[in-house]
């Protein structure tokens, strides 16, 4: 069986495959997110669906795989063209988008005005300032970014006046700015759009306080960052916890991280 088959059977998608170091992929049971990870050396890998494992799945073959690096060199050029395309739409969007309410905003809590194109909120995405991509966020709630951006380490910041936080989600990142400019403390919000992204971010981080989604990938992944995190209750992140209780009681929830 093929490298590429054996992921498949976990639900990985590999279109291109990468030789020698980790790599993110798209999974059947989440297409819209890059939730399956693999490693692969031509003979030996292993793959990992987020979702659905808790551990990684070994692969071994005594069939070498030959390396295409004719392919592998095309590959990275796409991709690469990808991301360019993928920033100059950003910033087409961006400067096309319109301050207005938003039924996600309102459905979450929020009465402000958002950036809204063509009916999606849009969240900018950001890599040490520049911009590389967007979130698109439906009325629904379905979430998208634009093809072949870059995502890896690619953040919303709120604030730079204190402490690093992180959290998952926009929604997120704005109930917990809420709650913390209530409790009236410095605070420096990085919304990661995904877990494993959180990982990602908190390697640049000092001190950060997780505000973590309580589901499995969440959990694991906060106990990665930081010995001490918030979490709500099962199911529930912090937007979840402040439309519950109210925001003064959620600030509470908070506040003992800061004494």
């Keep these: 069986m093929s490298f590429t088959d054996f992921a498949y059977q976990y639900g990985l998608v590999i279109d291109n495959l990468i030789i020698g170091r980790w790599a993110r992929v798209k999974t059947l049971d989440k297409p819209n997110k890059t939730n399956g990870a693999y490693i692969f050396d031509g003979c030996t890998g292993a793959v990992?669906?987020?979702?659905?494992?808790?551990?990684?799945?070994?692969?071994?073959?005594?069939?070498?795989?030959?390396?295409?690096?004719?392919?592998?060199?095309?590959?990275?050029?796409?991709?690469?063209?990808?991301?360019?395309?993928?920033?100059?739409?950003?910033?087409?969007?961006?400067?096309?988008?319109?301050?207005?309410?938003?039924?996600?905003?309102?459905?979450?809590?929020?009465?402000?005005?958002?950036?809204?194109?063509?009916?999606?909120?849009?969240?900018?995405?950001?890599?040490?300032?520049?911009?590389?991509?967007?979130?698109?966020?439906?009325?629904?709630?379905?979430?998208?970014?634009?093809?072949?951006?870059?995502?890896?380490?690619?953040?919303?910041v709120m604030d730079e006046k204190g402490r690093d936080v992180l959290v998952e989600?926009?929604?997120?990142?704005?109930?917990?700015?809420?709650?913390?400019?209530?409790?009236?403390?410095?605070f420096k919000i990085h919304v990661c759009f995904s877990a494993s992204n959180m990982l990602e971010i908190a390697k640049n981080a000092v001190n950060p306080l997780v505000v973590a989604d309580n589901d499995p990938v969440g959990v694991r992944t906060a106990k990665k960052i930081a010995p001490h995190y918030w979490v709500g209750e099962a199911n529930e992140d912090f937007n979840d916890y402040e439309l519950r209780l109210g925001t003064p009681l959620a600030s509470l929830g908070l506040k003992g991280y800061w004494e």
């Design 169 to 186: 989600g926009y929604a997120t990142g704005l109930s917990v700015r809420r709650a913390l400019r209530l409790l009236g403390v410095p």
């Design 48 to 156: 990992i669906n987020f979702a659905t494992m808790e551990l990684h799945a070994p692969y071994k073959t005594d069939k070498p795989f030959v390396v295409d690096r004719e392919r592998i060199k095309k590959a990275n050029e796409d991709k690469l063209a990808k991301r360019v395309q993928a920033c100059e739409k950003a910033e087409y969007i961006l400067k096309s988008a319109k301050k207005a309410k938003h039924p996600y905003l309102i459905r979450k809590g929020f009465n402000e005005n958002g950036w809204v194109w063509k009916e999606m909120l849009i969240v900018p995405m950001r890599v040490d300032g520049k911009l590389v991509g967007c979130q698109m966020i439906n009325a629904d709630g379905t979430k998208k970014f634009l093809s072949g951006q870059l995502t890896k380490g690619a953040s919303l």
